[in-house]
């Protein structure tokens, strides 16, 4: 199961860092790669989705403040979270999905094969 961490409470204009590791013996190398978030009360949606080859999508309220990455070599897939807004309290989710053309796609349609438990983040003053 994908293990997400690094979830936590931050003030307004913090950064966090979220990451995703595959289970043992797993790869993410061949797989899309998205961040979800669900609020209190809402549904669950796409943040950032990442491809194979590394082509990022963002939501209109993250571009410019996330940055989702991989790292081949220890088989993670990192959130950059920079300039954190009480909007972006929730919990976080990882997940993979070997279907989709397009991260867009994936994010926005916020379906996927394997999700992990979530890690939450909440940001307060």
């Known amino acids: 199961q994908l293990a997400e961490s690094g979830g936590g409470l931050v003030q307004p204009g913090a950064s966090l860092r979220l990451t995703c590791a595959a289970p043992s013996g797993w790869t993410l190398d061949d797989v899309f790669v998205g961040w979800f978030r669900q609020a209190p009360g809402k549904k669950r949606d796409g943040v950032a989705c990442i491809s194979t080859r590394g082509k990022p999508y963002y939501t209109e309220s993250v571009e410019g403040r996330f940055t989702i990455s991989r790292d081949r070599g220890t088989n993670t897939v990192y959130l950059q979270m920079n300039s954190l807004q009480p909007e972006d309290t929730g919990e976080y989710y990882c997940?993979?999905?070997?279907?989709?053309?397009?991260?867009?796609?994936?994010?926005?349609?916020?379906?996927?094969?394997?999700w992990g438990q979530g890690t939450q983040v909440t940001v307060s003053s």
């Open positions: 997940a993979v999905d070997m279907t989709y053309s397009d991260p867009k796609a994936m994010c926005v349609m916020a379906d996927a094969a394997m």
